[in-house]
């Protein structure tokens, strides 16, 4: 018994040693949560306290609204150093930010954006109510680096916000930076990139009821003033811009086939024969069947027994290539029009030369690749042709006679070759440019254009049809709308009706576009219809599988307008603003589009051919990247490799 009692003292001890511990704690606690009570007694000062200031938070985490941890281990994605405490705390507010991008721009010499005034002249100005306005605007762009304003380039947006300043639109205190006004353009568009409608938003001072005509007689008439209208305080046009209209204008002839001396031409050939796709692929060409044999029968022919024997073989080799040469010359026919493929040779800025396959021999006639093409070995008569071509033009815009071409125009024997050599190739690319022109497009030619165009209605993943995107890219999923294609052809240029280009007309709708999207869209149906390809290509190029798209020349673009249904339909009805629409200015649009934008458009097709240099670069280039358009499809490119491709195992 002693031992059992022993154990219960020692146990009935150890409880009641719990229970003063248990009794001093709850002490402690209760003496804590009085002190803190009276530390928080209501106060007049706690609803100051409690909104939102800068101030000396003991939390930095929780000064911005942070539940700590987060992206990046607490840190800005942007500052990759700073978590977002540190970044608000350390970043300088908006005034701040443009005095020093300022101080930037003076330290590396860049000119300013806007116009600097001195300060008496600011404050000497009388202070007038600035208004957030949108802007209606329309430009041709050519002579311009693009829309976005630039402190080196000549945009539209400089000559615009110029225009401001000089016509009262801009205070002098504001006149120094576009920031200041808040500045938003809907729609960027490239170099050379036309717009008949586009929009700029910011604050502008309008009291002046004629403030619009001051601004546009400090235009050029490349650039109008539609029309300014007021809108609510948050506006931004690109934010508010529901979809945009884009037009672009491309000759008939640029659906001719290739010629049938022209590589991709043979590879047609061959393709549909291998694949057992004869019938089908003549049943796509036959409305065009025969073109290109009449020119030469007809053409050709005539202008090359005028060119002196000697020189015959050298011009075709020199432009299309030995075996052509060969071939040719025996039948007294030639392509001159056809690029040359050369080495390192002499180049000019007079006449840039147009089948280099190495890279673009303009901005606008750009083949995007993903590895360089292989350059062919140099060829005298290539070096010739260069040489030529790296002589003082005195004579290029003249057209040449046959004359000319059998006796040259120089003592020196060689130099009097080279001449001659120049005039004979001259001659025969524009007998070949003017086949082109008279060449008028079937309907059912059109017809598959339209269904062509079908094809990109809904929602497509075109990530082969802009840069630097993946497939698995969110960002690369599109709506289209709607892509249509004249039925009527236009017929543009001077003389007799036969002389005159006929040009068709591709309107797209849609919510937004990428960079080059709209030029490889173009580009891609425009490639397989001139070149019978299956529109199933199509299909398949918004699949995981890579296809390298051509771009067509810029010079046919043309932001038509951008569209604003859910502002106009919400915040305008419910805030008593004007809707943004352009059919109000639709007769001065229309003359605008046809005086600055139609008629450049063909006066640098009619001096330039940009569209015919861009697609005998593409017939000539001798790389299979384009073959996914002969009969054989995607599986005629399966053995390029193209940079992050894996290796191809061995057989």
């Not at 008939?252 to 024969?273: G, T």
């Not at 009706?497 to 709708?509: A, D, I, R, Y």
Request: proline share 4%; aromatic share 8%; net charge neutral.
């Amino acid at each position: 018994m002693s031992a059992a009692n022993a154990i219960m003292e020692r146990s009935t001890a150890i409880l009641e040693d719990a229970n003063k511990m248990e009794a001093s704690s709850s002490s402690k606690e209760r003496d804590k949560s009085a002190d803190h009570s009276r530390d928080h007694r209501p106060s007049r000062h706690d609803g100051e306290a409690s909104r939102k200031r800068k101030g000396n938070w003991h939390e930095k985490s929780l000064q911005h609204g942070s539940r700590g941890g987060g992206r990046n281990d607490n840190k800005r994605h942007k500052k990759g150093d700073m978590g977002r405490a540190e970044y608000f705390a350390s970043n300088p507010d908006k005034r701040a930010r443009n005095a020093e991008a300022q101080e930037k721009r003076l330290r590396d010499g860049v000119q300013g954006q806007g116009i600097e005034f001195s300060k008496d002249e600011i404050d000497a100005e009388e202070r007038r109510p600035k208004r957030k306005v949108a802007v209606l605007i329309g430009y041709s762009g050519t002579g311009y680096k693009g829309m976005q304003i630039s402190g080196t380039e000549r945009t539209i947006e400089g000559d615009l916000f110029h225009a401001f300043i000089k016509a009262g639109a801009i205070s002098k205190a504001n006149a120094e930076d576009p920031k200041k006004t808040g500045l938003v353009r809907c729609a960027r568009t490239d170099k050379g990139v036309h717009a008949a409608g586009n929009m700029v938003s910011l604050k502008l001072i309008v009291e002046d009821d004629d403030i619009v005509e001051k601004i546009n007689a400090e235009l050029s008439p490349q650039i109008r003033v539609w029309g300014i209208e007021r809108t609510i305080g948050s506006f931004s046009c690109y934010q508010a811009c529901d979809s945009r209209w884009y037009e672009y204008l491309i000759p008939s002839y640029a659906f001719l086939p290739p010629h049938p001396s022209s590589w991709l031409a043979k590879q047609l050939e061959q393709a549909a024969d291998e694949a057992g796709d004869r019938e089908g692929y003549e049943s796509r060409q036959a409305e065009v069947k025969g073109f290109w044999e009449n020119v030469d029968d007809r053409d050709i022919k005539a202008i090359l027994e005028t060119i002196d024997e000697d020189l015959r073989f050298d011009v075709v080799k020199a432009l299309q290539g030995e075996e052509e040469a060969s071939a040719k010359t025996a039948k007294d026919e030639a392509d001159i029009n056809a690029p040359v493929r050369h080495g390192k040779s002499m180049k000019t800025k007079d006449e840039p030369q147009e089948g280099e396959a190495t890279e673009e021999t303009t901005e606008n006639a750009a083949i995007i690749i993903n590895e360089p093409a292989t350059v062919a070995k140099d060829d005298d008569s290539a070096a010739m042709v260069d040489s030529v071509l790296s002589l003082k033009k005195e004579t290029s815009d003249a057209k040449p006679s046959a004359g000319e071409i059998s006796t040259g125009q120089s003592d020196d024997p060689e130099t009097d070759r080279i001449l001659r050599l120049r005039a004979a190739t001259k001659l025969l690319r524009n007998a070949y440019v003017a086949a082109k022109r008279r060449y008028r497009i079937p309907p059912h030619r059109v017809e598959r254009i339209q269904k062509a165009l079908d094809k990109y209605v809904g929602t497509r993943n075109y990530h082969n049809y802009t840069i630097q995107k993946t497939f698995k890219d969110p960002s690369v999923k599109r709506h289209i709308k709607s892509f249509v294609a004249n039925p009527k052809p236009i017929l543009i240029g001077d003389g007799p009706e036969e002389e005159k280009t006929e040009w068709l007309s591709l309107k797209v709708h849609g919510q937004s576009f990428m960079m080059h999207q709209i030029r490889k869209m173009v580009g891609m149906v425009t490639l397989l219809v001139r070149s019978g390809g299956n529109l199933e290509t199509m299909e398949n190029s918004f699949t995981a599988a890579r296809y390298s798209i051509p771009k067509v020349p810029g010079l046919g673009l043309l932001l038509e307008r951008p569209v604003f249904d859910s502002y106009n339909n919400f915040q305008a009805d419910k805030h008593d603003r004007p809707k943004l629409d352009f059919s109000k200015y639709e007769t001065e649009l229309e003359a605008f589009k046809e005086r600055e934008i139609y008629q450049r458009i063909f006066r640098e097709e009619e001096e330039k051919n940009e569209f015919s240099r861009f697609f005998n670069h593409v017939d000539n280039f001798k790389e299979p990247y384009f073959l996914y358009v002969t009969s054989k499809g995607l599986d005629a490119t399966k053995d390029i490799v193209r940079k992050g491709d894996p290796p191809k195992e061995a057989n």
